[in-house]
């Protein structure tokens, strides 16, 4: 099943990094917003989950703050 | 009953199980992340062999070598307890119950808190322990950095090329940290540094506006969106009862990583190793699984 993945990060943040490879690695697309250079983002990316740490993970409308793994695993349904 | 438990995956943690893997030892790594704080590191240039790497990609190349092996890594398992009985010791996490023989502790170092009302309440709703992470974040806002040492000093340089305006809070008479790093700071039109100032709060209402001091007796308020608290590091070695430890609480070890229980060693930036860099904890850590090897070869359980 294709999964709507939104990915909201900063190029210098190393969780952001392992979270979009994590992705990468288990063949998930997903759109990345840079929310250092994009305001309108940011703010989406603020009103969404509440906080301002990056990153934020939306994966079908659920919104997981950080680099959850074991969190993003169960909303991809994979083992 | 596992030879070698490695508690961590930092540089120290990552290395003694390449050194684990290649000695062919039954081992596990339990740890909360991987890349530890070398993975918040921004720039370094300091690691032989690599002129310039981010912090993130060292920490990458790490994981990419530790993968060569076939290493059992549990992520998200931080260590709850060690417990020594006899020639056994028992870890335990919220998951599991592990016995070994030995174990590495290199579970590091955390950010320090400020202990002061409001700073949980938010926490990532404005106050952050990285600005490499979060700063950008925070352009063209004003913020308040926590602190006068090399981190407080190196959050500051990233901030004030993107934010309107930065306050450095320091509580001691002037800023320490490395000269260059001062002078940089000082010559940055839009910093202002507050010494003998100490943080009494963090205000907001859903998100930050503002921090209060006491600076020499008198209390201001600056209004900020933003507080990056970099007041030093704590070890993260609760979890160890048993071992002998410092008055900061890093554990204390000799020069080959033994502590003071028998079969249990350390490495890295939670032991009281004199310098805390990547590539000491890189070379500690290795010395580490080293002692644990002849250990177990000398007890031949």
């Known amino acids: ?79 | 009953m596992y030879d070698l438990i490695i508690i961590g995956a930092g540089p120290a943690g990552i290395t003694a199980a390449v050194y684990a893997a290649r000695k062919k030892m039954q081992f596990l790594v339990l740890t909360q992340d991987i890349g530890g704080q070398a993975a918040w590191s921004a720039d370094v240039e300091n690691y032989t062999g690599y002129q310039l790497i981010t912090g993130a990609d060292l920490a990458r190349r790490f994981e990419e070598h530790m993968r060569q092996y076939a290493i059992a890594v549990h992520e998200q398992e931080p260590v709850e307890s060690v417990v020594a009985e006899g020639y056994r010791i028992v870890v335990r996490t919220a998951r599991a119950a592990y016995e070994t023989r030995t174990v590495i502790i290199a579970s590091g170092k955390r950010s320090r808190e400020l202990g002061v009302p409001g700073e949980k309440e938010f926490r990532n709703r404005g106050l952050t322990y990285c600005a490499t992470c979060d700063g950008p974040l925070f352009a063209k806002k004003d913020v308040a950095v926590i602190g006068g040492g090399n981190s407080a000093l190196d959050a500051a340089l990233q901030l004030v090329r993107f934010c309107s305006r930065v306050y450095v809070i320091n509580d001691a008479p002037r800023l320490g940290g490395d000269e260059i790093a001062q002078d940089k700071l000082l010559e940055a039109k839009n910093a202002q540094v507050f010494n003998n100032a100490r943080v009494t709060g963090i205000e907001g209402d859903k998100f930050v506006k503002a921090v209060t001091m006491r600076q020499e007796g008198a209390r201001r308020r600056l209004d900020v969106q933003g507080v990056f608290v970099e007041i030093g590091l704590l070890p993260n070695s609760g979890f160890a009862k048993e071992v002998g430890k410092n008055e900061s609480g890093e554990i204390i070890v000799d020069c080959s990583n033994t502590t003071s229980v028998p079969g249990v060693f350390a490495a890295g930036d939670v032991t009281t190793v004199p310098e805390k860099q990547i590539i000491i904890a890189a070379g500690e850590g290795a010395k580490a699984c080293l002692t644990a090897f002849r250990y177990l070869n000398q007890h031949r359980f």
């Open chain 1, 1 to 79: 099943m294709a999964h709507t993945v939104t990915v909201y990060s900063t190029p210098s943040c190393p969780y952001c990094i392992r979270a979009k490879q994590f992705l990468t690695d288990n063949k998930i697309e997903f759109t990345n917003y840079d929310v250092s250079a994009d305001q309108a983002k940011a703010d989406e990316m603020v009103e969404k989950s509440g906080q301002m740490g990056v990153p934020v993970l939306d994966i079908d409308g659920r919104i997981i703050v950080g680099f959850d793994k074991e969190k993003i695993k169960t909303s991809l349904g994979i083992a």
